[in-house]
């Protein structure tokens, strides 16, 4: 196996065992971190509906998915909006407004809007509702990355205060911008049925399933004992 004639191919086979078995861990961790998501949302949708102006946590960033409902007024001068959003195959924005409530402000994506005659915040302001309005939805957790593939957000050129169209709604980087703090959670309103005016509320629709990463790593697993202990036996018959 070690002899100068196999060396090499002894090599391959010693790292492609760990490469296969490298895999498998990898599917292996991808399922418990898919184990802990699930029981994240199935415990906060079991959870009551947590009203804002009654109860506001500490830690509002460990309830992502949780049903929430608040009354406050929208301000519209520092609402953002969010790219490449699509309502069937139309391309347009999420529009992201922060509610102000009980001294406090948290960011709602109010829904979609089309890229078509809103490619400046004061078109937006046809979508105003004033006065005060009730927002219930569910906590979403902001995405201070990319998502493979995507674009990071651009840095303030010398002179820029703020950005109005964003990539990614990295909360943090917005907060930098509004004239005062806000809740690191945003809030996705329930999606109404058959809602086809403009903003248009979305909301995921989840697949709490374990997925087939068990069934991926017991693969990677084989390949790898197909590799490690069938290599002697092929050594002596090739001998």
Same mark, same amino acid.
């Given at each position: ?8 191919? !002894? ?23 898919? *184990? #802990? &998501? ?30 929430? !409902? ?30 102000? &409530? ?8 109010? +829904?979609?809007?089309? #890229? ?8 937006? *302001?046809?979508?105003?509702?004033? +006065? ?15 998502? &493979? +593939?995507?674009? #990071? ?22 907060? !930098? ?31 709490? !399933?374990? +997925?087939?990463? &068990? ?25």
């Amino acid at each position: 196996m070690f002899s100068f004639k196999w060396l090499f191919t !002894t090599l391959l086979v010693f790292t492609g065992t760990a490469v296969c078995i490298r895999l498998g861990m990898w599917q292996l961790d991808r399922l418990e971190q898919r *184990r #802990a &998501f699930n029981v994240q949302v199935e415990s906060m949708r079991a959870a009551k509906l947590l009203d804002l102006n009654q109860n506001l946590p500490a830690d509002v960033s460990s309830m992502e998915w949780r049903a929430v !409902t608040v009354a406050g007024e929208y301000d519209f001068g520092n609402q953002i909006a969010l790219r490449n959003q699509y309502h069937g195959d139309q391309y347009g924005y999420h529009l992201i407004t922060p509610l102000l &409530f009980s001294g406090e402000a948290v960011l709602v994506d109010r +829904g979609w809007i089309p #890229a078509d005659g809103n490619s400046a915040p004061d078109d937006w *302001r046809q979508y105003d509702e004033l +006065g005060q309005v009730t927002v219930t939805g569910q906590f979403r957790l902001g995405k201070a990355k990319p998502v &493979f +593939g995507g674009v #990071a957000d651009a840095e303030l050129s010398p002179g820029q205060n703020r950005l109005d169209f964003w990539n990614n709604l990295d909360i943090t980087r917005i907060s !930098t911008q509004s004239p005062y703090p806000i809740l690191f959670v945003y809030i996705q309103p329930n999606v109404i049925e058959d809602d086809a005016e403009p903003p248009i509320p979305y909301q995921p629709v989840l697949e709490l !399933t374990e +997925g087939s990463h &068990f069934g991926y790593a017991l693969q990677w697993f084989s390949f790898a004992a197909i590799l490690f202990i069938g290599y002697p036996f092929y050594l002596r018959k090739q001998e």
